[in-house]
């Protein structure tokens, strides 16, 4: 759920930090979400439930816009099903502790600032070396498919002429 919400009236996008654990996101910068259910109709109601179990918003409080592309992650053989959403105001963040380290609420107009994205060499779950795009973040790097649905938002925002 890529979750975008005003803080002291500055649009903001949620992302949280992974917590350390023997996995291929283990620390890593992402979005909140995770792996369908029984219990989960859609994708949607996947990305509603784990946002709820993640940070602790609750999804009737989440204006869904619509989706972003989905992205197929190799390391850990899933595809992913982004979905944009909007709340009308900064929630209480209730992050859990197994699952999430940290939350960040970053202006989304860091993401529109020149030369945000940058490229360096990157070790991949697959133990392969690549170059790689990523937003460095307050010192940490936020690449792979959050990176890509990110861009893929400030893409469709510039389109429709949003201001942020």
């Known amino acids: 759920m ?5 803080v002291n009236d500055i ?22 979400g995770g792996k369908m259910e029984q219990s989960d109709k ?3 109601d996947t990305a509603l439930r784990e946002t709820q ?3 602790g918003i609750h999804p009737q409080d989440i204006q869904i816009i619509g989706p972003l592309t989905e992205v197929y992650v190799l390391a850990s053989n899933f595809m992913v099903h982004p979905y944009v959403g909007v709340l009308q105001q900064a ?5 859990d502790s197994k699952e999430v380290a940290n939350t960040l609420e970053i202006p989304l107009s860091t993401f529109f600032v020149p030369d ?6 990157m070790k991949s779950a697959m133990g392969m070396t690549l170059m790689a795009p990523y937003y460095d973040i ?4 936020l690449w792979g498919a959050t990176a890509m649905m990110i861009s893929e ?3 469709v925002i510039r389109q429709r002429n949003v201001i942020v």
């Open 42 to 44: 859609t994708f949607l």
């Open 153 to 155: 938002l400030c893409t």
């Open 116 to 121: 945000i994205l940058k490229v360096k060499p």
């Open 91 to 95: 929630p209480l963040l209730l992050p």
């Open 53 to 55: 179990e993640e940070v």
């Open 2 to 6: 890529s979750l975008i919400y005003p």
């Open 138 to 141: 307050e010192g940490r790097t």
């Open 11 to 32: 649009p903001h996008l949620l992302v949280i930090e992974r917590t350390s654990y023997d996995g291929v996101h283990s620390g890593q910068l992402a979005f909140p």
